[in-house]
């Protein structure tokens, strides 16, 4: 049957090892707890060795996945072998490698499959034979109320309480991002005194805990206020980011943007793009006042440099990509997502 990653979580500690799991979807955070906690419910059974197959792609190798179902163990009794399958589409060959395990699974092995997408449409044979001999667990985007009653519970589960009103102004800063609410619900835990939070505290010990953090940078780059995004910039490096910790952030953000500078110029229907980038209402204001400051051959332009300055970076720039300072180089990028006149400035770095 298919649950959800946080029934999963709930059922592992008072069940023996299934077979086989598969976790999967769009919310990375679910994954990644649900995929630890077989992990740990694993190590706990006495489970150490581990084995790693990325499945990404039509080149994988399935073949040596059939291998090591059937390799003897070199240093324990049973082994957890995880399968990373980034589209969730294991294809042909490892829809039947996979449902062949599932009919005939070796006593010895404890298959874990992660996905970072799912759809109805990705369900079939393989996937119901997880479910009739393992679990299958599904992390669906979770709606706007879904999000409020998951916050909650992650309060609850961190010791912390806080009325409705509260956990609503949480809400609405996170904007659907499930990473970011369990940070700043991580945040709160160390920053309750062990007292209800209120609005007003909530408010407080948002403020003070994220004051300079890149989801409010990006937000005032997107709305045109260049000065402001330099200070919040400045305030990270201060605080001791670095570069390429906040680049993944910003480049996901210009990829955003990009898309709907793309439908956007075609006369496409900004609403429904709206709503398969995830954008929600709130937030919408602030991507519709970036598209009007650029159009969509200057966002791609953006994004491209924003992989210029992930490799500077990281110490591999390319051939006259200049310049080596990776904060100035972000600080241009920013102030051109924000301003007219720094995208000049950088078409002019650009032009020598």
Known sequence: MELTPERLIAQLPNE?????????GPEPLRVLEAADAVRARARADGIDEREVFDADGRDADWNRLVQSFGAMSLFASRRLIEVRMPSAKPGKEGAEVISEFCAQAPQDVVLLITGDDWSRQHGGKWSEAVAR???????WALKPHELTEWVERRLRARGLRADRDAVERLVERVEGNLLAAGQEIDKLALLSDGQPIDLARMESYVADAARFDIFRLLDAALNGQGAHALRMLHGLRAEGEAVPALMGMLVMELQRIA??????????????????????????AVYRRALQRHDAARWEALLAEAGKVDRIAKGRPRIGEEPADAWLALERLLLAMSEQRGMQLLAKRAGG
Do not use: C, T
């Not at 001999?133 to 992390?139: L, N």
């Not at 709907?260 to 919408?284: H, I, M, P, T, Y």
């Open 259 to 284: 898309a709907l500078a793309r439908v956007n110029a075609k006369g496409g229907n900004l609403a429904s793009e709206f709503k398969a980038q995830r954008v929600w209402d709130s937030k919408q």
């Open 16 to 24: 023996p090892l299934r077979p086989v799991y598969l976790i999967a």
């Open 133 to 139: 001999v393992g679990h299958h667990a599904i992390a």
